[in-house]
């Protein structure tokens, strides 16, 4: 519940606090996180934790056992003057971060970024693992990850997609979607809204509104997801809004009955992307979701009206060569988070130290990618996470996005008519699916449990593969 | 900071949450102000409280030591299952309030109440007072104030005003201001927004939006008010806006140095609203004021372009009987309160039972309105105050308005052309001296000695009743 209140805090500070507000704001998100670390490292919990373990618990008693014991035993172990520490660091490194971004210097950052891999490492050691320090790091956002078998299957990933994405970007582009003249905010948020609520988001448990960064709250009824909007460009809100809304459908999927325990929270980081990356990429860029909607989206930007369906599907697939991760079409978006799992391996493994990232990143974008890196800036300095001391979380994206597949295709083979449910505006059989397989079962079962359950199969990346051939092949009129 | 957490979840419930978020966040709240209330009892703060007391301090510490200490004696005094089952009944009386109110019958109330009164007599009786157990519950609100006092002041208060009252009332009374047509909401909005900033409303520390019941929610540098509108009625938003803006020029008039400290918080609620009764009434309904600020209303309400000033200005200082003390006019309020002070007394003296509560209203109401009570939805069951046990609350709605004559008193004396800076749009100088003589010290004062300090004298009901006469007397072409 702590938790949940510490969520608005966040929400209303990227929303609708005024500029002044910072200062206190910051103090009042240190005082509730630090009651929340004092309730969560407390001898009460400790004892709470003992007792219940002699006791016989129903199933859903021992999951709930399971979860508050681990979250209790990671926390304890870390000593509070580290938490300090990488908390201190964190702000410090984030100003830095900014500047070094802005003023394109990775070196005003590099003393910031050795000092937060540092506090990781104790941290790694004083939580334990298996195999590998790195290991711990990711355990926190993708539970009983190992690093051997992202190892392996971003091996085997990366080896079928670069040929992929090789052929699909040595073919003629098509053109990105244009829609001259400004379709004003409120036309687009309406549109959105009525797109968002047609899949399932519910206003009555959940809000819609504005951000710097979209992201979406969870505080049990009360989901709230952010997008921004650009006036000119019909779908620089849209599949953000999307991608938000496939995150909240996911918290609008927990049993209220178990809401405020671990059985009404997401298994992992990844699984929550596999969420919104399905909604975003697999419903919201196929041609079956377009084929109902894009009459509104004509509708609210004119500018369309010239641009057929099958253009503007075209258009919203295109495949480039970019730099920036965020802005990466579903095709290299993978080659962006392999990079950069690469980059956090080496680093934790000792194999670089933080002063040579910019050269480990260079080089292997463009042995990924094909073009070569024109500054730090739209290189390793492009995103917020290693600043914040996120190492681990970056896999969590690929991960989502190969669950995202695997999913899918299940899906595929049982729902039956589920393309011309989508096509004639009818996505309520899929989020039936997605809810009885997935969403209700909160952290009853880790990823990889859920998704065999769920799938009849452990994680194979051949679901995105064959996801990408069976999609792009037609698209480009190519044999992949 | 805790408590400012807090109070943001508060506001946002008004504001922003959908509904399906009730549930939560009423247990979001609870669990906070478990914490809260643990924190405040706990053994460590009692033992910084002793181990400072033995410190040499600055007179700023000796302030915020002084507060501390309050707040710890007070709250570790009440046992915590006392505690839960004021917050328990509080919710269960609200329930039954509501559906007493709708349903016109006092007896679905009462139990509740009686219940309510006797744990907060329990209360008392744990936090100890001087001569009667009601003045532990008003300390609560107006720390310092005595039964006592009040008692004499009410009842000079009472002689002077009832007889003023029946006067006025026995003459005969201007239209209500009324503008055919409707004011789209947008456009109230932004009047308001454009009257409150320029009384001082800082935005870059503040917000304005909308709820079911207008209020002030202050956060260090971050104060918000809501307001609700009505399409058809040009000062249905405006007055409560006002009044709502007075509250936050006070809390925005603190000194951000002492941000999160008693220094940086209201000496009481009376001294709070009188704050807001200042700008709202002795402003906001003065000449001066709407000779600069009336073509603006009249452009957003053109229904109002048929409407001369000094009508309108009639309009808004209309003086009736009625049964709502919300919808009171500034000469009857106070006689609104002090019935409603009357009955507590009554019932913490030992003089009625909470069942005789109707009988006892409706006798004074007539004594003091001159009118019969119609029903108890418009007597005894208007306010939800007692029903969430805030006895001790209304008298200080009263306090406010006599504090807010006597500065206003000595605004006119020592701000020189104080009403020709309002005609001309500048209420700077009067925010000035509110800045420098209240604002700025928070808690350092008692409300008694903050007002002595300020205006040169100790609490005298004689500025109300001068004010009333100055204004009341020309207005309706009678001798007062």
Redesign the interface.
Same mark, same amino acid.
């Given at each position: 519940?702590?938790e949940? !209140?510490a969520g608005?805090?966040a929400w209303?500070e990227q929303t609708?606090?005024?500029?002044? @507000?910072s !200062?206190?704001?910051a103090?009042?998100k !240190? !005082?509730?996180s630090g009651?929340i670390h004092e309730?969560l490292t407390s001898k009460d919990m400790g004892r709470l934790v003992r007792a219940l373990k002699k006791r016989e618990l129903s199933a859903d008693g021992v999951i709930i056992l399971r979860e508050t014991e681990r979250n209790w035993r990671r926390a304890s172990s870390i000593p509070n003057d580290l938490v300090r520490e990488i908390a201190h660091t964190q702000s410090m490194a984030i100003e830095a971060w900014a500047r070094a971004r802005q003023e394109n210097k990775f070196k005003l950052l590099e003393p910031w970024l050795g000092k937060m891999v540092c506090l990781r490492q104790r941290e790694a050691e004083c939580v334990g693992y298996g195999d590998v320090p790195y290991d711990a790091l990711l355990d926190d956002f993708e539970p009983g990850a190992k690093s051997r078998d992202i190892d392996a299957i971003f091996s085997r990933l990366k080896a079928k997609l670069v040929p992929i994405a090789e052929k699909i970007l040595g073919e003629p582009q098509p053109a990105p979607v244009k829609a001259p003249g400004k379709c004003p905010l409120e036309g687009q948020r309406a549109f959105i809204m009525q797109v968002c609520t047609s899949i399932g988001f519910?206003?009555?448990? @959940?809000?819609l509104?504005t951000s710097p960064h979209p992201f979406t709250m969870g505080?049990?009824?009360?989901v709230?997801i952010t997008v921004r909007y650009d006036e000119c460009d019909p779908t620089y809100a849209l599949f953000p809004a999307l991608h938000e809304t496939g995150h909240a459908l996911y918290e609008q999927g927990f049993l209220e009955k178990y809401?405020?325990t671990p059985l009404a929270e997401a298994v992992s980081a990844g699984l929550h992307e596999s969420q919104s990356r399905l909604w975003e990429n697999m419903v919201g860029r196929g041609m079956p979701f377009w084929s109902f909607h894009y009459p509104g989206l004509q509708k609210a930007f004119p500018g369309l009206k010239k641009t057929p369906l099958p253009e503007f599907y075209r258009g919203i697939n295109a495949v480039r060569r970019s730099f920036i991760r965020t802005a990466a079409d579903e095709i290299t978006y993978n080659l962006h988070i392999m990079l950069r799992y690469d980059v956090e391996a080496a680093i934790f493994g000792g194999k670089i130290k933080t002063g040579e990232i910019p050269s480990y990143w260079n080089e292997r974008f463009e042995e990924y990618l094909g073009i070569p890196v024109p500054d730090d800036a739209r290189g390793c300095l492009q995103d917020i996470h290693w600043a914040v001391g996120s190492f681990g979380y970056f896999p969590t994206y690929a991960l989502g996005n190969l669950y995202a597949a695997q999913f899918w295709a299940a899906i595929r083979w049982r729902v039956p008519g589920l393309e011309e449910c989508i096509a004639s505006g009818d996505t309520g059989p899929l989020l039936g699916w997605l809810r009885k397989n997935v969403h209700r079962h909160g952290k009853r079962y880790r990823a990889a449990e859920l998704l065999e359950k769920a799938t009849g199969e452990k994680l194979n990346e051949d679901y995105f593969i064959g996801y990408v051939k069976e999609k792009y092949g037609p698209l480009y009129g190519i044999r992949l």
């Amino acid at each position: 519940m702590l938790e949940q !209140a510490a969520g608005l805090l966040a929400w209303d500070e990227q929303t609708y606090m005024p500029p002044g @507000g910072s !200062a206190d704001r910051a103090r009042q998100k !240190a !005082a509730l996180s630090g009651v929340i670390h004092e309730r969560l490292t407390s001898k009460d919990m400790g004892r709470l934790v003992r007792a219940l373990k002699k006791r016989e618990l129903s199933a859903d008693g021992v999951i709930i056992l399971r979860e508050t014991e681990r979250n209790w035993r990671r926390a304890s172990s870390i000593p509070n003057d580290l938490v300090r520490e990488i908390a201190h660091t964190q702000s410090m490194a984030i100003e830095a971060w900014a500047r070094a971004r802005q003023e394109n210097k990775f070196k005003l950052l590099e003393p910031w970024l050795g000092k937060m891999v540092c506090l990781r490492q104790r941290e790694a050691e004083c939580v334990g693992y298996g195999d590998v320090p790195y290991d711990a790091l990711l355990d926190d956002f993708e539970p009983g990850a190992k690093s051997r078998d992202i190892d392996a299957i971003f091996s085997r990933l990366k080896a079928k997609l670069v040929p992929i994405a090789e052929k699909i970007l040595g073919e003629p582009q098509p053109a990105p979607v244009k829609a001259p003249g400004k379709c004003p905010l409120e036309g687009q948020r309406a549109f959105i809204m009525q797109v968002c609520t047609s899949i399932g988001f519910d206003l009555g448990r @959940g809000r819609l509104d504005t951000s710097p960064h979209p992201f979406t709250m969870g505080a049990g009824n009360d989901v709230r997801i952010t997008v921004r909007y650009d006036e000119c460009d019909p779908t620089y809100a849209l599949f953000p809004a999307l991608h938000e809304t496939g995150h909240a459908l996911y918290e609008q999927g927990f049993l209220e009955k178990y809401s405020g325990t671990p059985l009404a929270e997401a298994v992992s980081a990844g699984l929550h992307e596999s969420q919104s990356r399905l909604w975003e990429n697999m419903v919201g860029r196929g041609m079956p979701f377009w084929s109902f909607h894009y009459p509104g989206l004509q509708k609210a930007f004119p500018g369309l009206k010239k641009t057929p369906l099958p253009e503007f599907y075209r258009g919203i697939n295109a495949v480039r060569r970019s730099f920036i991760r965020t802005a990466a079409d579903e095709i290299t978006y993978n080659l962006h988070i392999m990079l950069r799992y690469d980059v956090e391996a080496a680093i934790f493994g000792g194999k670089i130290k933080t002063g040579e990232i910019p050269s480990y990143w260079n080089e292997r974008f463009e042995e990924y990618l094909g073009i070569p890196v024109p500054d730090d800036a739209r290189g390793c300095l492009q995103d917020i996470h290693w600043a914040v001391g996120s190492f681990g979380y970056f896999p969590t994206y690929a991960l989502g996005n190969l669950y995202a597949a695997q999913f899918w295709a299940a899906i595929r083979w049982r729902v039956p008519g589920l393309e011309e449910c989508i096509a004639s505006g009818d996505t309520g059989p899929l989020l039936g699916w997605l809810r009885k397989n997935v969403h209700r079962h909160g952290k009853r079962y880790r990823a990889a449990e859920l998704l065999e359950k769920a799938t009849g199969e452990k994680l194979n990346e051949d679901y995105f593969i064959g996801y990408v051939k069976e999609k792009y092949g037609p698209l480009y009129g190519i044999r992949l």
